[in-house]
């Protein structure tokens, strides 16, 4: 089966530390990946995608094929992003469905 | 503004008692779909629709009803709600085809409770 995993629930850190929230996707073929996020009351919103290798509000995530692996990374946390993370893959098939597979999140909490 | 809208927000119910939650879009886009998100189960889909009078079944959706008579609107029906459908709902919508696609523009969510 396809799937994405987040395999942490939670990750707190202070103010200023390095932040890692982790993915994992089963392999098929070249995959394509995202990142959304939510914030406190507010609607889920795409935060990054892998295919234009961008940096967005200091996040960047890398696809690593070798470890099926693709991570969110920001060296020094602040606390405007604490939220919640949903990492996601597209499922196999025809491109014009458009379906998506989340991960089951990670709770990013920032503390002062 | 470019935007997904959902109705209710908020709603509590009773087991039994039919309800629809409206979705809404006026970006034009072909594809909509209704997730459910609950704790540590992540995002859900429950069905989704590639254009007019198109839908078809995500991953979870015994309980709920669609259709899509109109490019723009994809209500989510339950017919006879239970507790377990006790949620947060997001509606989503995106371009499909080619052009951009997976980059997905969701609704404020629906939270609903079925006592």
């Known amino acids: 089966a396809q799937r994405v995993t987040q395999p942490e629930k939670l990750l707190s850190v202070f103010k200023g530390a390095p932040v890692e929230l982790k993915c994992n996707y089963s392999?098929?073929?070249?995959?394509?990946l995202f990142w959304y996020v939510q914030y406190s009351r507010q609607r889920l919103q795409l935060l990054l995608r892998?295919?234009s290798r961008e940096s967005i509000k200091g996040f960047t995530a890398d696809l690593n094929k070798g470890e099926t692996s693709f991570h969110l990374k920001k060296p020094f946390a602040q606390e405007e992003d604490s939220a919640m993370y949903y990492c996601?893959?597209?499922?196999?098939?025809?491109?014009?469905?458009?379906?998506?597979?989340f991960g089951t999140g990670t709770l990013l909490a920032v503390q002062p | 503004e470019a935007q997904v809208t959902q109705n209710p927000r908020y709603l509590i119910t009773v087991t039994g008692k039919k309800l629809t939650v409206t979705c809404s879009q006026n970006?034009?886009?072909?594809?909509m779909s209704w997730y459910r998100q609950d704790p540590g189960l992540g995002l859900r889909q429950i069905y989704y629709?590639?254009?007019?009078?198109?839908?078809d079944k995500g991953d979870v959706p015994e309980g709920y009803k669609v259709s899509r008579k109109e490019k723009r609107n994809f209500p989510l029906i339950l017919e006879s709600p239970s507790p377990n459908q006790t949620s947060l709902y997001f509606c989503?919508?995106?371009?499909?085809?080619?052009?951009?696609?997976?980059?997905?523009?969701f609704g404020p969510g629906t939270r609903l409770t079925v006592t």
């Open positions: 970006m034009n886009h072909e594809y």
């Open positions: 892998h295919i």
């Open positions: 629709s590639m254009n007019v009078e198109v839908t």
């Open positions: 996601a893959r597209p499922y196999p098939g025809p491109r014009a469905t458009n379906k998506l597979i």
């Open positions: 989503a919508s995106s371009s499909g085809g080619n052009k951009t696609p997976y980059e997905q523009y």
């Open positions: 392999y098929s073929g070249s995959p394509e």
